[in-house]
């Protein structure tokens, strides 16, 4: 089967199971595939209850009920792309832009090694990211990031959360947490960072997630 059945295969999947858990699926999904993950990118999702809540301004109620049907949701994702795909995972990691209705969704894949995408300008990203990281947490203690086609580009970050941060967690504020941390992070990548114009690309969409269990955390970076 060539990537593009894949691809197309995959985004298929992906949408069916967003409509069967959240009651409406959404207008695209762009799929893509690569040595060291899978990302999906998803566009105008967003139903009437949560649209509600939106406009009440209720993002932590809004975030937390997609948190657990995306909890749901993503052991099967899993499942398909080992079963039917011989693809399997190490992470999967999603965050949803709210101000257009996208959302993103990247999947680790498990693998012995990859080579480094030692694209131009590397470097420069990684100490970007790495001073955010400092100001708002502290520095990772390891960085990595690669391209994903000509629009994405995948940051993975390990080793950040400090100690308030894990205890927090440990007393249940997990959801808190994230919505905190991914309101401070985008703020912070988005004005002090010159990620965009470094590269030469017009800045689209920044999603973030983390994996507070094994503390690592993605960023993906889309550009137009």
């Known amino acids: 089967m060539s990537t593009t059945e894949l691809t197309s295969q995959l985004s298929s999947y992906t949408g069916r199971l967003l409509r069967e858990r959240f009651g409406k699926?959404?207008?695209?999904i762009h799929a893509s595939i690569g040595e060291q993950c899978i990302a999906m990118h998803i566009r105008n999702f967003i139903g009437p209850v949560e649209?509600?809540?939106l406009n009440k301004e209720e993002e932590q109620a809004f975030r937390y009920t997609r948190e657990l049907l995306m909890k749901s949701l993503l052991p099967e994702l899993s499942a398909y792309l080992k079963d039917k795909m011989a693809i399997e995972v190490s992470e999967i990691f999603y965050d949803?832009?709210?101000h257009n209705a996208s959302g993103m969704i990247v999947a680790l894949i498990k693998h012995s090694g990859v080579a480094v995408d030692d694209y131009a300008g590397r470097e420069e990203?990684?100490?970007?990211?790495?001073?955010?990281s400092r100001k708002v947490q502290k520095e990772p203690e390891f960085t990595d990031s690669w391209w994903l086609g000509p629009r994405t580009l995948i940051i993975k970050r390990e080793g950040i959360l400090i100690p308030l941060e894990k205890e927090l967690i440990g007393l249940g504020y997990e959801n808190t947490l994230k919505t905190t941390k991914r309101k401070m992070e985008k703020r912070y990548l988005e004005d002090t960072t010159t990620i965009a114009p470094m590269l030469g690309k017009e800045l689209s969409d920044i999603y973030v997630d983390w994996d507070f269990d094994k503390d690592t955390s993605v960023i993906a970076y889309t550009f137009q």
């Open 25 to 28: 699926g959404p207008e695209s």
């Open 51 to 53: 649209r509600f809540l």
């Open 96 to 98: 949803w832009g709210i």
């Open 125 to 132: 990203v990684h100490a970007q990211i790495n001073e955010v």
